[in-house]
């Protein structure tokens, strides 16, 4: 089997294998994106009416959980006057708010990074698939394209 035969059939496999981690990520990514979207759907909340934008939109989705995660900030603030949940004294009553706050931000937070992970996977394997694909074309049977001219060949 020549040098050429084996590059061309690695060319190959590189894109096979591409094109399949590709659609696991993409796979994987919606799947993310769904199961995150199915539990914040579950928990029933609506972005507060008082909020900057998609007030009394469900949260479902990473833009109406970010929204609810600023106007749960605007409200603990509002009911420290401005303090936050280190600056607030020990045995201040209104630290358990600021402190429930910020673990319901957290929360929030940490759907919307799920989001963006899910998305940039998604993007991700798009990208896979498409070099794999394009891998794979290319290189169909092409031996040709991997040997090199007579002219350039080197004699020992």
Do not use: C
């Amino acid at each position: 089997m020549s040098t050429a035969t084996r590059s061309n059939g690695l060319v190959k496999w590189t894109g096979i294998v591409s094109i399949v981690a590709g659609l696991v990520m993409v796979i994987a990514g919606a799947v993310t994106w769904g199961t995150v979207s199915a539990e914040l759907s579950e928990q029933q909340i609506t972005v507060s009416e008082d909020a900057d934008f998609l007030a009394g939109d469900d949260v479902d989705g990473p833009f109406s959980a970010y929204a609810q995660a600023e106007i749960i900030d605007h409200h603990a603030l509002e009911a420290t006057d401005g303090k936050t949940y280190a600056q607030l004294d020990k045995e201040d009553p209104l630290r358990a708010t600021a402190m429930n706050a910020s673990f319901l931000r957290a929360s929030l937070f940490t759907s919307v990074v799920a989001y963006g992970v899910a998305a940039l996977v998604v993007g991700l394997g798009a990208l896979f698939t498409f070099f794999g694909i394009v891998t794979v074309k290319v290189n169909g049977g092409k031996k040709e394209l991997l040997e090199a001219p007579e002219a350039e060949k080197i004699t020992a």
